[in-house]
C-alpha cells in the first residue's frame, strides 16, 4: 500500500473512533435524561379530588379537593381550582381558594397560587373575614398562611391592607408585614 | 363629631388577635377620626365583640394628639410619653411627660385628663398651668 492509501486509511480510522466516542456520549445523556425525564411524568392523576385528614380524636381537621390532582412519583403535586377547608373542633373555620396549587411530597407544605381568597367564617366571638391575595404558603402544622404579597382584609366594618401577611388558622391571629392601612367604622 | 367619623391607620407594621380583640400598630403609627390626628410609634387597639371601640393606648417618643374641638377656633394638642383614650368615657389619659396647650395656654404635669367630648381639662400631681390673659376687644372700655 502506497502514502496515499495509507493516508486515506488513517484518516478513516480516526472518523470511526471519534464517531463511536460521540455516539456513546450521546447514548449516556439520554439515559440520564431518562430519570430525570421520568420524575416529571405524572405516574397517576385524578379528577374531581378530595382529601381529608381528621384529627387525633375523629374530628375533621382539614380537607382539600381541586378540580384535578396531578401526581408526581418525585416532584411537587399539582392542583387545578384547590380549594382549602380547615375546621376548628369540627366546625368549618377558614375556606382557602385559589386558580392553582402545588403540594410537597412530604404532603406538609402546600402553595396556593394565583389569586387566592381566604375567607373565616363567623363562628363567635369572631366575625366574618376576608382575605384576599396571591400565592399563599400553607404550613400544615402549624396550620399557618404566609404571602408576600399585597393583601387586603375585609371585615364587618373594617378594610384593610398590607404587603406580605401570616395568619394563624387555629388563633385567628394576623401579622400584617408592611405598609399597613386600614380604616374603621366602629360603633 | 369625631366621634362618629371613621377610623383610619397607617403603619409599618400590625397585628390583630380577633379573639382577644386586640390590633398592635407599631412603627410610624398615624391614626386619624375627623379632627382628631395621633402620632405614635405604637398604638393598641381594643375592641369587644360586638366590635365596638373599648380602648387606645399610645406610646410614643413622645406620642402626640391633636383635636379641633368643636365650636372653638384652636387645635388642642397635646403630648406626653402614654396617653390611653377611654373610648366609652370619651377621656384621654395622659401620663409620663404629659403636656396640654391650646393657643398660648398651657397645661403640664405627670398626669392629665382630657374629655374630648366636652374639651374639658383636668390635672394633678405637681401641675403647672399657663393662662394668658385673653386680649381686651378694642370696642370695650376697660372698667375704672
Redesign the interface.
Known amino acids: 500500500m502506497d502514502k496515499e492509501q495509507w493516508a486515506g486509511w488513517t484518516l478513516l480510522l480516526l472518523v470511526a473512533g471519534f464517531s463511536t466516542i460521540w455516539l456513546y456520549r450521546m447514548e449516556k445523556d439520554s439515559a440520564i435524561m431518562s430519570e430525570e425525564d421520568l420524575s416529571r411524568v405524572p405516574d397517576y392523576t385524578l379528577g374531581r379530588f378530595t382529601a381529608t385528614q381528621l384529627d387525633k380524636t375523629g374530628l375533621l381537621q382539614h380537607r382539600l379537593t381541586a378540580e384535578t390532582m396531578v401526581h408526581y412519583p418525585v416532584i411537587e403535586t399539582e392542583l387545578r381550582a384547590p380549594v382549602l377547608f380547615f375546621y376548628d373542633k369540627g366546625q368549618p373555620a377558614w375556606q382557602i381558594v385559589a386558580e392553582q396549587g402545588r403540594v410537597s411530597p412530604d404532603n406538609k407544605n402546600l402553595w396556593l397560587l394565583g389569586e387566592t381568597i381566604m375567607e373565616r367564617q363567623s363562628v363567635?366571638?369572631?366575625?366574618q373575614?376576608r382575605l384576599i391575595s396571591r400565592d399563599v404558603w400553607i404550613q400544615v402544622e402549624p396550620q399557618t398562611a404566609e404571602t408576600i404579597e399585597p393583601t387586603t382584609i375585609l371585615?364587618?366594618?373594617?378594610e384593610?391592607h398590607?404587603v406580605g401577611m401570616k395568619v394563624y388558622l387555629p388563633?385567628?391571629?394576623?401579622?400584617?408585614?408592611?405598609?399597613?392601612?386600614?380604616?374603621?367604622?366602629?360603633? | 363629631t369625631d366621634k362618629d367619623q371613621?377610623?383610619?391607620?397607617?403603619?409599618?407594621?400590625?397585628?390583630?388577635?380577633?379573639?382577644k380583640?386586640v390590633a398592635i400598630?407599631e412603627g410610624n403609627v398615624i391614626v386619624t377620626q375627623g379632627t382628631i390626628r395621633i402620632e405614635a410609634d405604637k398604638v393598641t387597639l381594643t375592641?369587644t365583640?360586638?366590635?365596638?371601640?373599648d380602648k387606645v393606648i399610645l406610646d410614643g417618643n413622645p406620642a402626640r394628639f391633636k383635636q379641633r374641638p368643636d365650636n372653638s377656633k384652636e387645635d388642642l394638642n397635646a403630648k406626653a410619653s402614654k396617653m390611653e383614650y377611654f373610648?366609652t368615657e370619651n377621656r384621654l389619659q395622659l401620663t409620663q411627660n404629659a403636656e396640654v396647650w391650646q393657643g398660648k395656654d398651657t397645661f403640664t404635669g405627670q398626669r392629665i385628663t382630657y374629655d374630648t367630648e366636652r374639651g374639658i381639662i383636668k390635672a394633678n400631681q405637681k401641675v403647672q398651668v399657663t393662662i394668658q390673659p385673653r386680649q381686651q376687644s378694642s370696642s370695650s372700655t376697660p372698667a375704672n
Open positions: 363567635a366571638p369572631t366575625e373575614l371585615g364587618q366594618n373594617a384593610t398590607s388563633t385567628h391571629v394576623l401579622e400584617l408585614r408592611s405598609q399597613v392601612r386600614g380604616r374603621y367604622v366602629y360603633q | 371613621p377610623i383610619n391607620i397607617t403603619a409599618e407594621q400590625a397585628t390583630i388577635d380577633d379573639l380583640g400598630y375592641y365583640q360586638k366590635q365596638t371601640l373610648a
